[in-house]
């Protein structure tokens, strides 16, 4: 665990005992920023096989007081460029009465530290939906600068059990 000079956020990698409350924080997350109901069934395993499995990436957790305030996922891609890996930014939320107060600040600090202390990443990326001025803002101060590239992406009708999303939200 990791304290914030300055502060009382301390950051740490999430283990099994943040299960749901992960699964609650992005539960929201999809809600407020696309109006998605996720399905439960299909997060939680998918949280799980995160907080267990190596390969996937790692969550972290953001704490005031003991309490988890936030979070964010670290997946990985592999740059044959670079031959390191890129650490991607995912699954961003701090609860609502949290934010302002330097807990993303502290998540991504943590995971720069952690990145460069290994010594195989060569960077960290996310992407940010391009009318969110405020994380584009936030996310500038952290030295992080927009690139020339655009995604794009083909997105696959699953079936609903299958999806993570509810059956109306597979329809759209």
């Known amino acids: 665990?990791?304290?914030?000079?300055?502060?009382?956020?301390?950051?740490?990698?999430?283990?099994?005992?943040?299960?749901?409350?992960?699964?609650?924080?992005?539960?929201?997350?999809?809600?407020?920023?696309?109006?998605?109901?996720?399905?439960?069934?299909?997060?939680?395993?998918?949280?799980?096989?995160?907080?267990?499995?190596?390969?996937?990436?790692?969550?972290?957790?953001?704490?005031?007081?003991?309490?988890?305030?936030?979070?964010?996922?670290?997946?990985?891609?592999?740059?044959?460029?670079?031959?390191?890996?890129?650490?991607?930014?995912?699954?961003?939320?701090?609860?609502p009465e949290n934010r302002r107060m330097g807990a993303y600040k502290a998540l991504h600090i943590y995971a720069a530290v952690e990145a460069r202390r290994l010594g195989n990443v060569c960077g960290l990326r996310l992407y940010v939906d391009k009318d969110n001025t405020i994380a584009q803002g936030v996310y500038q101060g952290l030295r992080m600068k927009q690139t020339h590239y655009d995604m794009y992406e083909v997105e696959f009708k699953l079936d609903p059990e299958r999806s993570g999303l509810e059956e109306n939200d597979a329809a759209r």
Do not use: C
């Open 1 to 95: 665990m990791t304290s914030v000079p300055g502060s009382d956020i301390q950051v740490r990698r999430a283990s099994l005992e943040h299960l749901d409350t992960i699964v609650d924080f992005n539960a929201a997350m999809a809600k407020e920023t696309e109006g998605k109901q996720l399905n439960v069934h299909l997060l939680r395993p998918g949280v799980q096989a995160v907080l267990t499995r190596n390969d996937l990436g790692f969550y972290l957790i953001a704490e005031r007081l003991g309490r988890p305030i936030g979070q964010l996922l670290i997946t990985y891609e592999w740059s044959d460029w670079r031959n390191a890996y890129f650490w991607w930014i995912q699954s961003v939320y701090v609860s």
